[in-house]
């Protein structure tokens, strides 16, 4: 069982930066697929971005050049570094792991935290 916990999320002005953070309990991630989704009422969950165990990242396309995913297998640590905020990626934030995939990302991560609400404001 993997246990995830975010943290860093809150309000910001359009074009602020943000960055979240997703420790893990009790496993190590450094042979997990590790990804971000976000979540707005109503609508699809998003796969933000997500990395592979080799390092190896994916984009969803609407944040390429603004975020940034990264990991620090020492300190079981996931990262979503968001530069240039729009309202668009108001939503909640949550990370997500899975345990040696075929493929990162998976159809289905299997692990997810709670998240943390994101807010882009005027």
């Known amino acids: 069982q993997v246990q995830l916990l975010e943290s860093g999320g809150g309000s910001v002005q359009i074009g602020g930066s943000l960055r979240l953070s997703c420790v893990a309990a009790?496993?190590?991630?450094?042979?997990?697929?590790m990804g971000w989704f976000r979540q707005v009422p109503g609508k699809e969950r998003e796969l933000v971005a997500s990395i592979d165990s080799d390092g190896t990242t994916k984009y969803l396309d609407s944040v390429k050049g603004r975020f940034t995913i990264s990991k620090d297998n020492a300190k079981n640590t996931l990262y979503l570094q968001m530069d240039s905020l729009k309202p668009e990626d108001t939503a909640l934030y949550y990370c997500?792991?899975?345990?040696?995939?075929?493929?990162?990302?998976?159809?289905?991560?299997?692990?997810r935290g709670q998240g943390t609400q994101v807010t882009v404001s005027l």
């Open positions: 009790r496993k190590q991630l450094s042979s997990y697929c």
């Open positions: 997500a792991a899975a345990a040696l995939p075929d493929l990162c990302p998976p159809p289905d991560f299997g692990f």
